[in-house]
């Protein structure tokens, strides 16, 4: 079985900070990983994702993360938090659960504030 | 092109009611999911369509949810008779390769009274 742990529920940042989201995954066979944003009153978005090859994975708006075998963890940073990254984030892990299918696993979410 | 649509954004229900979600895919999605998000919960994986057959329907919670995909292209979710504890987010995603990129409408809020 797989399972996300996102650690803090709610992380506040100052514009202009690091923004560091925590991500801890479980998984018997190689994951791969992804991490979602939701803003406001839309659907999730996908930010990036790990599948295979290089561990350290850019995304979209200035985001990136790196895949740590060792420690089971896909953390999630951005150098300089800006207003418009306030949202709610998730991590999720997916593996091939049978034909076609890569359901994905989801953390709870963290909500993250960003203030002026 | 369009983005994937859930209607109703918010449908507010009674105990016992039956409740019918839609879900319009992207277009050339063979693939289409439907998830719950329960408040202060995680997004739990309901189910999995591969054009028009389940794929996968182990997330489902009982027999009370019914889904379908007619001719694979739009997805329904049936819940009934509705109860409390299926007040939620349901969230619809549709992609084109099975690794790739989900892409998720807004959601359709879901509360039972």
């Known amino acids: 079985a797989q399972s996300v742990t996102q650690l803090g529920s709610h992380v506040s940042v100052s514009e202009g900070a690091l923004v560091l989201l925590r991500c801890n995954y479980s998984?018997?066979?190689?994951?791969?990983l992804f991490w979602y944003v939701q803003y406001p009153n839309q659907g999730l978005q996908l930010l990036l994702k790990y599948t295979t090859g290089a561990t350290l994975v850019k995304g979209i708006n200035g985001f990136e993360a790196e895949f740590k075998k060792s420690e089971t963890s896909f953390h999630l940073t951005k150098p300089s938090a800006h207003m418009s990254d306030a949202a709610e984030y998730f991590c999720?892990?997916?593996?091939?659960?049978?034909?076609?299918?890569?359901?994905?696993?989801f953390g709870k979410g963290t909500l993250l504030t960003v203030n002026p | 092109e369009a983005g994937v649509t859930q209607f109703p954004s918010h449908s507010v229900i009674e105990k016992g009611q039956t409740v019918t979600l839609r879900c319009d895919p992207i277009?050339?999605?063979?693939?289409l999911y439907w998830y719950r998000r329960v408040m202060g919960k995680e997004i739990k994986f309901l189910l999995h369509f591969v054009k028009e057959s389940k794929q996968d329907e182990s997330g489902m919670p009982n027999n009370r949810f019914l889904a379908e995909r007619t001719g694979g292209t739009y997805s329904t979710l049936k819940v009934q008779p509705a109860e409390l504890e299926d007040s939620g987010v349901y969230f619809c995603a549709s992609s084109q390769v099975a690794v790739g990129e989900l892409f998720f409408g807004e959601g359709s809020r879901l509360t039972v009274l």
């Open positions: 999720a892990v997916s593996r091939r659960s049978g034909g076609s299918n890569y359901k994905l696993t």
């Open positions: 277009s050339g999605h063979d693939n």
């Open positions: 998984s018997s066979v190689p994951p791969y």
